[in-house]
């Protein structure tokens, strides 16, 4: 059923890149049916309508508060079916929130057995954005591709890719979105291409919306260095600076970071380091808009998006 992405992959992709099976960690959901998109257009952050021109998609769910539930890569195979990926401890969660909004709309919703792969990049120097509609993490150029079955590349532990991710600065999952915590601005979702400010209405928007367009958000979640061991959890300025989500095993993490602390000297434990804003977060205002990222920037996303 699902069709790799992979064969599009150029071979100076596949040539120095590694792959890493994430079926531990991520699962698939299959929503299928006339009324697929527009069940997903009033529970997701992004535009539902841009899915088919972009292929791969970043969204989150929210609460009514504006809390987010969920975060998801989403995927067009066709007209009619969109798989959802999410975490796969929250995968019932998920299940169950989508059966409540589905109400008579022609829509089935069930859990897939298929893999789940991504494919790190090398050292190469990628085009990510020549790429169409293959199935390209839509988060960040950087992070790579997903890959819906085994690509058959050399392969790197769940570990590595953890670490592939917190040297960029990217969260996934409950484990570094807690269920009914934060706020969606807060995990990024509006600079990782998740969050569509030209949509109608959809769960938790006014809150999103008005956070947005007031300028102002406070605390992100940022990478940080460490030095291997340290696991104090608080980062200390003249005042609290943030917190520690997370901390491999090099010192590479995460941590919900209060944004005024950008380039300052900060203290974590004795150990005292300075957190500076990513590069990737300076993003092209139409793009970051529009819910697509940078490199989809060349698509005519005034004339198909789409009112549902």
């Not at 069709?3 to 531990?24: M, T, W």
């Not at 058959?152 to 592939?164: A, G, I, R, V």
């Not at 969260?171 to 998740?194: V, Y």
């Not at 590479?252 to 944004?259: I, K, P, S, V, Y």
Request: proline share 4%; glycine share 8%.
């Amino acid at each position: 059923m699902l069709k790799s992405a992979l064969s599009r992959i150029p071979k100076r992709f596949q040539s120095s890149a590694r792959a890493v099976d994430l079926s531990d960690w991520r699962s698939l959901i299959s929503i299928r049916g006339e009324d697929a998109k527009a069940l997903l257009q009033g529970v997701i952050t992004n535009d539902i309508s841009n899915l088919q021109h972009v292929g791969s998609m970043y969204s989150m769910f929210l609460n009514a508060k504006g809390r987010v539930y969920f975060d998801a890569i989403l995927y067009h195979l066709n007209e009619d079916e969109i798989l959802i990926e999410g975490d796969k401890i929250l995968s019932a969660k998920l299940k169950k929130h989508l059966s409540m909004y589905k109400i008579r709309r022609k829509v089935n919703i069930h859990a897939i057995n298929e893999s789940v792969w991504h494919v790190v990049p090398g050292d190469d120097i990628l085009d990510l954005g020549t790429l169409g509609d293959t199935f390209i993490d839509p988060r960040l150029e950087k992070m790579g591709a997903r890959v819906l079955n085994n690509p058959n590349l050399p392969t790197m532990s769940l570990e590595d890719y953890h670490t592939h991710r917190y040297k960029l600065g990217i969260p996934e999952g409950g484990e570094e979105i807690p269920f009914n915590k934060g706020f969606p601005l807060e995990c990024n979702c509006d600079l990782m291409s998740g969050v569509s400010f030209h949509k109608g209405c959809y769960l938790g928007q006014e809150l999103t919306a008005r956070t947005f367009h007031t300028g102002v958000t406070r605390k992100r979640i940022v990478p940080l260095k460490l030095s291997p061991g340290n696991d104090v959890s608080d980062i200390k300025a003249k005042r609290s600076a943030g917190k520690i989500i997370t901390v491999d095993s090099e010192g590479n993490g995460l941590a919900m970071f209060r944004t005024d602390n950008f380039d300052k000297t900060v203290k974590v434990g004795e150990e005292e380091i300075v957190i500076t804003k990513p590069s990737w977060w300076d993003r092209d205002g139409d793009s970051l808009e529009f819910g697509i990222s940078n490199d989809k920037k060349h698509l005519d996303y005034y004339s198909f998006a789409e009112n549902f």
